[in-house]
């Protein structure tokens, strides 16, 4: 296995197939080119009342201007965070510590699904040790969250709810107008401006049309530039004016008290750029990308008599496709594709090195179906050779592990 990882990573750049866009993109040059000055030349802290500092300082504000006004938000309501993790935690956190500041005798209920991203899901379980109550709402075969169940578990000290726009393994997306629906029935008839909702859209900005906070109607919503082509490590959290949270993080009030530590205006700078660039490419690219997809199944269905399309035929994001192969282990067809030049994953980057399979797969899986699987994520520089190679490695792989498992466990 050590010999064919090595062969894999020794292969030439260019010959490789890098399908896991899902994972991180690379930065694109045109945001690069925005950045590279605010390295070197323009690297003065925008904290500093000197002219030099003074106009840093408004190179951060114009890039929250024009974000704000790609998600039709206020620019007060934009924030610079380190990375899409610290946002859903001061989303996530910030709520919850205000709330049991205001009401320290009564528990707080929260509500989340059971295929979110970890940074969402280890926040709650985090807090339900500590004695929040927590409710995990499942999904269908495609990975979506009912309303009608969602319903069900609003309680009166219910306060949060985040369920994330785009799932980053099936690409699943959620209803969050029809989720929004029900959240604003319970306010009205509880009088109540609680339960809050937050969504972790991160992987929701290259490919779903509508991220307008207004007609989506959310209170909190995190994006990063790490999965449109910007840099990692910096993220836009987006709060409604009249939600109040308490800062995880302290130190010299930036950010309006919301992120205190200085800006990285480089990054800020990558996030704007990255932000408006997939946007402008969005329709375009969800045309492309839908035909390379549905082409990438039909020959998957061709050349595989047992492949398992996870959520096929559920409203999902084009780019991502995730296969499950009955009786063979994915983790080792991931690695043999590595050694043949293809890069793609077997679960969310952010749980590589955890034993099992997909929590998202176990949580869709069907009448003892097989859990495990591989994603393919594609992006901008994919191409239908690409796709042309993966499927031919894909029929070599499999048919070889097969013929071994056949001749070593069914005889």
Known sequence: MYTLLMFGLFQKKNSRVYLDNASATPVDVRVLSEMQVYFNEKFYNPSALYQEGVFVRNIIEQSRNTIATELHARPQEIFF???ATEANNAAILG???LWQKNNPNT??????????????????KSLEQEGVLVTYLEVDEGGIVSSKEL??????????????????????????????????????????????FHTDAVQAVNYVSEINVLKLGIDCMTINAGKIYGPKKIAVFFKKMNVAIDPIMFGGNQENGIRSGTENVPYVV????????ARKLQPSEILRLQKLKDFFISQLKQQFTEVI????????????????FPNISHEEVMIRLDARGIMCSVKSACRVGEEGDSHVIKAIARDDRPTGSLRFSM?????????????????VIVENMNSVYKKYYLT
Not at 270 to 277: A, P
Not at 309 to 324: D, K
């Open 81 to 83: 965070m380190d990375g």
């Open 95 to 97: 709520i919850v510590r």
């Open 107 to 124: 528990q707080p209920h929260i509500i989340t699904s059971v295929i979110e991203h970890s940074s969402v899901l280890e926040v709650f």
């Open 151 to 196: 319903k069900k578990e609003l309680q009166k000290n219910t306060i949060l709810i985040s369920i994330g726009y785009v799932n980053g393994e099936i690409g699943t997306i959620q209803n969050i107008r029809e989720i929004m629906k029900t959240i604003r029935h319970f306010r009205k008839h509880n009088d109540n401006q609680y339960p809050y």
């Open 270 to 277: 990558g996030m704007e750029h990255s932000l408006s660039l």
């Open 309 to 324: 399309i996870n959520t096929e035929g559920v409203e999902s994001i084009p780019n991502i496709v995730n296969i499950t």
């Open 379 to 395: 992006g901008r520089t994919t191409t239908k050779k690409d796709v042309d190679k993966v499927v031919k490695e894909l029929k």
